[in-house]
């Protein structure tokens, strides 16, 4: 093992067997079709797409506050244990060493783990049982929410509600937290895809990234898919008009951003709202706006303090975004996180400011405010992301993503119509 792989291992708390890290799903995911995991708690990692690893490792200087930290590379291996238990171990990567070198390491901390989730190709999963009960733990009396609950026709084999509601135990929230939906749902077919292909290959590359979550105890996650366009240049013609179909079909074509996907913490009910990418989908500019509105809403008020961090991020990108010459981010999401049941003490200081090149935009501090509350915005999901630096592309692209800065614009206005009405 590279010392800067198990640097990071032992920094992050992740206990390994063999040298190996088993990988957990990453209950956060409230959006893509890609199976992100847990590596540890400030570290995540997804299936290695070459254009976006490329991405990571040539990404310009401005760009490195709005995206995860890159960490590096592993091998995943799909292993049943003793008992036949199937689970995902994360190996270091021997033919690329130079890959599987951690950025920081003393960045990650240690942390108590809770015990592994096992997933068993013989009996129930645990988490299996655990989707069973997101709609018992609804209340009877919910108000329009039996109405949203209905299933969409082309979901019903997945039993896959577009909004479901998941209640916390008072007074222990963070213990409580339980797997979004989505995230299992895509765990569920990456274990398929890799049981399906263990015969012939069971060596997979996974990148290494930040998790975004780490420091919020119920982190709050707005996952939008921005862009006029979604199909990458090297798209098929049926995955083209596929992709255009969906745009012209959603908000993409009129204010070049979808909903992807939402979680939401409603400290009122002590539920967590899931909002997922087919109900984004259907969504019309009303009900766009309605949905940011809940986003920021704790169903006690709209958490408005909210409001001013995330513009100010929203333009700093804007204007990195209009520097950025001949970038295209095709199908790339962005994603607003805040912490929906914050420490009533003042914020803790930010150990690990440094750790993405972007703590200078988690907290900030404006007129009047003691200390505001952090929030974070970043761009995710590089896969279909073109520029002339690449060299092998067919297509090279002139001047700025003018399709992302329009959604980036659109979504600037929007929330500004919250912060203004948040006062009335």
């Keep these: 093992m590279s010392p800067a792989l198990e640097a990071l291992m032992q920094a992050d708390g992740t206990p390994y067997s063999a040298?190996?890290?088993?990988?957990?799903?990453f209950v956060h995911q409230v959006g893509g079709h890609s199976c992100v995991l847990r590596f540890g708690e400030q570290t995540i990692c997804k299936p290695l797409i070459p254009r976006e690893h490329q991405f990571y490792k040539n990404l310009p200087l401005e760009m490195r506050k709005f995206t995860p930290q890159y960490k590096g590379v592993v091998s995943v291996s799909f292993e049943e244990d003793e008992?036949?238990?199937?689970?995902?171990?994360?190996?270091?990567?021997?033919?690329?060493?130079?890959?599987?070198?951690?950025?920081?390491?003393?960045?990650?901390?240690?942390?108590?783990k809770s015990k592994m989730l096992k997933w068993s190709n013989k009996k129930q999963s645990p988490l299996l049982?655990?989707?069973?009960?997101?709609?018992?733990?609804?209340?009877?009396n919910s108000r329009k929410e039996d109405k949203i609950m209905s299933y969409n026709r082309d979901e019903v084999q997945q039993q896959q509600a577009e909004v479901l509601y998941f209640s916390l135990e008072k007074g222990n929230v963070v213990s409580q937290i339980k797997h979004n939906p989505w995230s299992l749902k895509c765990h569920q077919q990456q274990l398929q895809r890799m049981k399906e292909n263990a015969k012939h290959r069971?060596?997979?590359?996974?990148?290494?990234?930040?998790?975004?979550?780490?420091?919020?105890?119920?982190?709050?996650?707005?996952d939008l898919k921005m862009g006029t366009r979604q199909h990458g240049d090297d798209a098929s013609e049926e995955k083209k008009a596929n992709q255009i179909r969906k745009c012209q079909q959603s908000t993409s074509a009129s204010i070049g951003v979808r909903l992807?996907?939402?979680?939401?913490?409603?400290?009122?009910?002590?539920?967590?709202?899931?909002?997922?990418?087919?109900?984004?989908?259907?969504?019309?500019?009303?009900g766009f706006k309605e949905a940011l509105y809940q986003f920021f809403h704790n169903g006690r008020r709209l958490r408005h303090e909210l409001l001013s961090p995330v513009l100010r991020r929203l333009r700093e990108m804007q204007a990195a975004l209009e520097a950025c010459e001949s970038y295209r981010f095709y199908s790339s999401s962005l994603l607003i996180i805040y912490d929906g049941d914050p420490p009533r003490t003042p914020a803790r200081p930010s150990a690990a400011g440094g750790l993405s090149g972007g703590g200078s935009g988690r907290s900030s501090h404006g007129a009047g405010e003691a200390s505001s509350p952090e929030v974070d915005v970043r761009m995710i999901d590089f896969a279909h992301t073109t520029c002339r630096?690449?060299?092998?592309?067919?297509?090279v692209h002139e001047g700025q993503d003018s399709g992302f800065i329009f959604g980036l614009q659109n979504l600037i206005t929007i929330i500004s119509q919250l912060e203004e009405h948040s006062t009335d």
């Design 260 to 286: 992807c996907g939402m979680q939401v913490y409603q400290s009122d009910s002590g539920q967590l709202m899931f909002m997922n990418k087919y109900h984004g989908r259907k969504l019309t500019l009303a």
């Design 129 to 140: 049982q655990e989707k069973e009960n997101y709609s018992k733990d609804r209340p009877r």
């Design 202 to 222: 069971n060596q997979y590359k996974f990148i290494l990234l930040e998790n975004l979550t780490w420091r919020y105890r119920v982190p709050c996650v707005l």
């Design 19 to 25: 040298k190996g890290v088993m990988l957990e799903p």
């Design 83 to 112: 008992e036949g238990n199937l689970c995902l171990i994360a190996y270091p990567l021997h033919s690329e060493s130079g890959d599987s070198e951690n950025k920081d390491p003393s960045a990650d901390c240690q942390e108590p």
């Design 389 to 395: 630096h690449y060299g092998e592309d067919s297509v």
